[in-house]
């Protein structure tokens, strides 16, 4: 019943393809700035680290701001559009089993952390950005008043924890390969980045549940974020080095947002 919604959503809706196009492209985008400003934090270029909001700043600053602005803000929206029509029409047929809505419920808080981000762009744009926390923030904050900070903590940070071993499970058997259009060639070519790429985003999911069931609470300030992330790994060990590989990591995962750009499977009927 609900790939036949989902067909009919498509058929009448061709623009959910250019769309989810247009969305990977701009999470790219923000990744890639990231995963550099660790790396140069982590050569010891300077400028430290940043998360997605940061990213958003930077490339805001880099060049003609009206037509950056304009470019995140559709891009961002899209990839949060795309992210609510997988979790509510499921075009990747995950369907309704424990795993299955899980994964939906991920996707569609993946949604609402990116329209809060396409929120904080346009106010930034705008000249009215409060750094306020947007998507995620509230969302977290929602929790935390049904449930209590340091409920919403643990549970949180269990989320995040299933985020991440999902990542690696991705990664080691490759199964992002069948939502995407690919030759054996371009297979071979894609599988070391993407593999790399959701290793390092699977590791920092790691961190932020570190983070969250160290700090054991959500109420009031100080939630972790990306940026704490990789602040933490700097401070480890052989820091830097653990810093770089997991920028290079990032990086990875912008190219492999590129390429789902490209290749993604976004017709309904075939996903």
């Known amino acids: 019943m609900e790939q036949h919604i989902a067909s009919a959503a498509h058929a009448s809706r061709p623009w959910i393809k250019p769309m989810a196009r247009v969305g990977y492209t701009a999470r790219g985008m923000v990744y890639m700035v990231i995963g550099w400003?660790?790396?140069?934090?982590?050569?010891?270029?300077?400028g430290g680290t940043t998360d997605s909001k940061g990213a958003v700043q930077t490339l805001m600053a880099s060049g003609p701001g009206l037509v950056i602005a304009i470019i995140l803000i559709l891009g961002l929206l899209s990839y949060a559009l795309w992210r609510f029509i997988q979790a509510a029409l499921d075009p990747d047929d995950h369907g309704l089993s424990a795993k299955g809505t899980a994964i939906r419920i991920g996707l569609a808080a993946?949604?609402?952390?990116?329209?809060?981000?396409?929120?904080?762009t346009f106010s930034l744009w705008r000249g009215s950005a409060s750094g306020g926390e947007g998507g995620a923030g509230a969302?977290?904050?929602?929790?935390?008043?049904?449930i209590g900070?340091?409920?919403?903590?643990?549970?949180?940070?269990?989320?995040?924890?299933g985020v991440a071993i999902a990542h690696f499970i991705k990664a080691w058997k490759r199964g992002y390969e069948k939502y995407m259009e690919l030759d054996e060639d371009t297979k071979t070519k894609i599988a070391p980045v993407a593999v790399t790429g959701l290793v390092a985003r699977g590791s920092i999911f790691v961190v932020l549940a570190v983070l969250l069931f160290y700090h054991g609470s959500l109420a009031g300030e100080g939630k972790p974020g990306t940026e704490d992330a990789l602040n933490f790994i700097h401070e480890l060990p052989f820091g830097s080095v653990l810093l770089i590989a997991v920028a290079v990591g990032l990086i990875?995962?912008?190219?492999?947002?590129?390429?789902?750009?490209?290749?993604?499977?976004?017709?309904?009927?075939?996903a």
């Open 149 to 161: 900070g340091t409920a919403a903590a643990f549970a949180l940070a269990a989320i995040l924890a």
């Open 139 to 146: 969302f977290s904050d929602w929790v935390t008043g049904i």
């Open 110 to 120: 993946s949604g609402i952390t990116y329209l809060g981000l396409t929120a904080y």
């Open 252 to 270: 990875a995962f912008a190219l492999y947002s590129f390429a789902e750009a490209a290749w993604r499977r976004v017709d309904p009927v075939d």
């Open 37 to 46: 400003l660790a790396l140069l934090s982590g050569l010891g270029g300077g």
